[in-house]
Each structure stands twice: as C-alpha cells, then as structure tokens.
C-alpha cells in the first residue's frame, strides 16, 4: 500500500493504553480481534468478533447463537443479521465493550484505520476546487418509465443512488429528497444534458466528473459487485 500502512501489523496496530479498557482483545499478525455486538429492540444483543485490519478493512464472525454460520460479515452486514431497526448506521449501532459499557465504534480507536484508509481514497477523485466531483445521474422509474435526476454530491445521496440502481422496482416515489410523483412531468432533453460537470456544463462525460470508484462512491459494507470490487482492490 502507498500510505505507509504496510509497516503495521495488528501487533502493532494499537498501544496497549488504547485498548486497555476494551474487552476481549486478541492481537495476531494480520489483524486485531474484539468482541463486538449490535442491540435490536425485538431480538436483544447479538454478539461478534470484530477484525480491525491494517488496511482499514472491518469483519465480523456473528456469535448470536450457537449454531450461527454467518461469517466474514461486514459491519453493515452485521447490523442487518443482528435484526437492528435502524439499519445502515453501523458506526453508531455497532459496539463494542470498553471498561463494561457499550460503546458505538464511532466513539473508539477501533476505525483509526478505517477513517485513514477512507480519507486517502476521498482524495482519488477530486475537482479543481478540491472537493470530490460526481456528475448528475438518471435512473428509470419502472412505473411510468420517465427518467429521474439523482444529485451525487455526497456520500449519502451516492448511497441513494445505488441503491436506486441495485433496486429492480425503483419507482418515483421511492427518491427521498425531492417529493416527486409519477404525475410529475420529466425533465426536459434540454435540461438533462445539464449534469454538474465542473469543465463544461453540456459535458457528456470526461475524467473531471466520471468516477470510476472512490470513496464517497462506493460502500465497503456493501455485497454488489461494483463495491466488493473496489473493496478487494483497497486490500489489495
């Protein structure tokens, strides 16, 4: 790796100070092992294993049961196995025990290298101002068949959009930011050809506002082919 990570090792990963309080430590060569859980309302706790890895990549072995075979799981993955309401907020719904409290991974040292790994990337694909360019795309609504503008400025509406596109019944009325119906009218040919391009506004295309991948753009936590790609290629 280019970021200097390959010098580290999960013996090495955390001081002994940061982990003190943390239960169920285990330092092996590839990696650094906790205990982890996650609480659904209905179904109680479901305990894990959680892997830090150098490379900033997080895995889970689900011990929710005896029986459980559900291994190599995400983060998010996890959260939706364990029955967790509120999905899709795995930094917050996901914890680990420190000093016999639970304590939601975003509040630990635990993502150190998921936050470095993740911040290096948001640097892969950036405009000339320095923020990272998506341009606009359109996804079909399977009901009425007209085409709908998706924003990708943020990492949460490319969520939308993915999500959009892996959803074989997208419909308009699923796009959550803009009340948009299938009545609604689409958006004009004259206006599409408008898609935030920072180099031209009529761009159909270029290495300004295409992304290939990135950070922002792509999901570790998720299982499409697109993202386990990207995911496979940050390990790499």
């Not at 859980?37 to 294993?49: I, K, L, N, P, Q």
């Not at 892997?51 to 939706?80: H, M, W």
Request: hydrophobic share 25%; net charge positive; with cysteine.
């Amino acid at each position: 790796m280019a970021n200097g990570l390959e010098r580290e090792s999960g013996l090495t990963m955390f001081s002994e100070d940061e982990l003190r309080e943390v239960s169920g430590v285990k330092r092996v060569e590839e990696y650094v092992e906790v205990t982890c859980g996650c609480t659904s309302h209905r179904y109680g706790d479901a305990v894990g294993r959680l892997r830090v890895f150098v490379n900033g990549y997080l895995e889970i072995t689900c011990e929710c049961t005896p029986g459980c075979q559900e291994d190599k799981l995400t983060p998010s993955a996890f959260e939706k196995h364990s029955g967790r309401e509120t999905a899709r907020k795995w930094k917050n719904n996901v914890w680990v025990i420190v000093n016999g409290e639970k304590v939601p991974l975003f509040k630990t040292v635990l993502l150190k290298y998921y936050n470095k790994v993740s911040k290096a990337a948001n640097g892969s694909h950036r405009s000339q101002n320095g923020r990272a360019c998506h341009r606009d795309e359109f996804v079909r609504c399977t009901r009425c068949n007209k085409e709908r503008r998706f924003r990708l400025r943020t990492k949460e509406e490319c969520r939308i959009h993915h999500d959009a596109l892996a959803d074989a019944n997208w419909k308009c009325s699923d796009l959550p930011y803009d009340k948009i119906t299938c009545d609604d009218e689409e958006e004009r040919a004259s206006r599409r050809v408008y898609r935030g391009c920072t180099r031209s506004p009529t761009c159909k295309g270029c290495t300004s506002c295409v992304c290939f991948g990135c950070d922002i753009c792509r999901f570790s936590e998720c299982s499409c082919q697109t993202c386990t790609d990207f995911t496979n290629n940050a390990k790499a």
